[in-house]
């Protein structure tokens, strides 16, 4: 019992550490770096793989908690259930949502079991549990790494190696440190002391090489505006006072502020947030449907630039979550449309094995919405007659690296991030949302824009810098200077989103040399853990 207390107790440590490093700021981006300790401690600590793969399940529990807790809270209000639902879904999913703590424990355990030195425990767990990620795709994407924003020079890597590729650094790292403070007191304590440092250093000097090579960037400056009217739940906005009246709030408050935008700043285009006109476009289901499309089409032409916004798209009676480019003078119809491609599970789209009236009918928030397949480039044309390349990117897409890259690929100049935040801006997703996105800026090194119903709307630079934010609840505009060029490349550009594969292909490796070396004769492990001093 006293070593399940001490597991406990060591999850829980972990828990906190990793709760207070997702603010993604000084100093607790600091915790990332030793957050694992207590848990790595008690993990050598168990002698069965049944208690490893417990120890992964409790850490997979506590993390979720403890970074997630706003989760709670968002599965309760989406689904007007009581909040006992919202905290019996999260803690039942906990090992979907975060399977890698399971993986990595069972990795580590049989590493240890096998008598493995120091450095190969370390590096097999790190690669198993970024392995993981990537083969098992988490809800929110997220990985330690993500948490390196609030360190500019650090996260520069991430064009190299993406998050996964600075996951993969902390988990070194809380390995490093754990072996030196097992052999304090001796000279031996400065060996995985000194890599970890060699490695950071690297780090340090990688991304003081690219910061310099953005600021010698060129490219064509431009005027981006963004509004965020902060006004959400359309759909109980429409129960209250009726959908007419609900659509006519969300434009005219939209609209003026578009207004009040271009008579202070006269930006270039401006952007209003994912699905801010809540019904098709340019495929009207009324005539109350038309006359707000030419609304809105007045309303650009009065503006005299660009408006990128979102709404739903149509064809052959499937909708679509959609971005629409509309210049002045064009009417609505015949539109730039780009369709949201990766789709929130359960809420926007449902699988197909799970798509039926009697589960609609107890579940009526499943949504009905397709993924698109179109093209990840929309042109663009700007007032002084340029032609502006943007890369729209709706909620859930900026998620992907594959999108970002794929469009940047195709010539994008520009990323168009928008987004619906609300349902879960009582707590710390928006926060999370905005940080993985800036991530496609790093990737790609191109400038985003961002626009949300209710926060963070922001801008983001392509060294990863989150510039001109508006906050959750805050209604208000940004007028911002970007600068649109084609992406100047990345190793991520050239090579993908790579790191996650070839960690699992390590972790592979690495297991079968621990398998080939027991063949060979090696002597087998001693009852007792004889890494938990180590070997390096």
């Not at 050598?44 to 049944?50: F, K, M, T, W």
């Not at 007007?80 to 639902?85: F, L, R």
């Not at 049989?110 to 097999?124: D, E, K, M, N, P």
């Not at 009417?331 to 809420?347: I, V």
């Amino acid at each position: 019992m006293l070593r399940v207390a001490r597991t406990v107790g060591a999850a829980t440590a972990s828990a906190v550490a990793f709760a207070l490093y997702a603010r993604v700021a000084w100093p607790w981006f600091l915790l990332g770096w030793i957050g694992l300790i207590p848990w790595l401690a008690a993990l050598d600590a168990l002698r069965s793989r049944r208690g490893a793969l417990a120890a992964g399940w409790l850490m997979s529990v506590a993390f979720s908690l403890g970074v997630f807790w706003w989760f709670i809270a968002a599965i309760a209000g989406y689904a007007n259930a009581p909040w006992g639902v919202g905290l019996a879904v999260v803690l039942l999913t906990a090992p979907l949502l975060q399977p890698q703590f399971i993986v990595h424990a069972l990795a580590r355990h049989l590493a240890q079991r096998r008598g493995a030195a120091r450095w190969h425990v370390a590096a097999l767990a790190a690669c198993a549990y970024v392995g993981a990620e990537w083969a098992l795709p988490k809800l929110f994407a997220d990985t330690l790494g993500h948490g390196f924003l609030a360190a500019d020079h650090l996260r520069q890597a991430a064009d190299a190696v993406g998050a996964a590729g600075l996951t993969f650094v902390l988990l070194l790292a809380n390995e490093a440190l754990l072996a030196a403070w097992r052999r304090r007191g001796s000279r031996a304590a400065l060996t995985p002391l000194a890599g970890i440092a060699l490695l950071t250093a690297g780090l340090w000097g990688y991304g003081a090489l690219r910061l310099a090579q953005l600021a010698d960037d060129a490219g064509t400056p431009l005027r981006a505006g963004i509004v965020q009217a902060d006004l959400s739940h359309y759909d109980r906005l429409a129960a209250e006072i009726g959908t007419y009246d609900a659509v006519r709030l969300i434009l005219e408050a939209h609209e003026s502020l578009s207004a009040q935008l271009m008579a202070e700043a006269r930006p270039d285009l401006l952007v209003w947030p994912e699905t801010v006109y809540p019904t098709t476009f340019g495929a009207p289901k009324s005539a109350d449907g038309a006359a707000f499309d030419e609304e809105i089409a007045d309303a650009v032409r009065r503006f005299g630039v660009p408006l990128v916004f979102g709404s739903y798209d149509v064809e052959h009676g499937r909708e679509y979550n959609a971005a629409f480019v509309l210049e002045p003078g064009d009417a609505p119809g015949a539109n730039p449309t780009y369709r949201k491609a990766q789709l929130f599970p359960f809420t926007e789209r449902v699988p197909a094995w799970l798509d039926h009236a009697a589960v609609r009918a107890a579940l009526p928030w499943l949504g009905t919405w397709r993924p698109g397949r179109g093209d990840p480039v929309l042109p663009l044309r700007l007032a002084d007659g340029r032609t502006l390349r943007i890369a729209p990117q709706i909620c859930y897409d900026a998620v992907n690296p594959l999108l970002a890259l794929g469009a940047a690929r195709a010539g994008a100049e520009l990323l168009v991030t928008l987004s619906n935040d609300s349902w879960f801006a009582s707590g710390g997703g928006p926060r999370l949302h905005l940080v993985v996105s800036a991530f496609r800026s790093i990737e790609t090194r191109l400038w985003q824009v961002r626009a949300t119903n209710t926060g963070i709307s922001a801008v983001v630079s392509p060294s990863g810098e989150l510039r001109d934010q508006l906050g959750v609840g805050e209604r208000g505009t940004i007028a911002a200077t970007v600068v649109a060029r084609p992406s100047p490349g990345s190793p991520m550009l050239a090579w993908g989103d790579w790191f996650g594969a070839a960690a699992l292909l390590a972790a592979a490796a690495l297991a079968a040399a621990l398998f080939a070396r027991r063949a060979a004769g090696a002597p087998a492990p001693t009852s007792q853990l004889t890494t938990a001093g180590g070997r390096w």
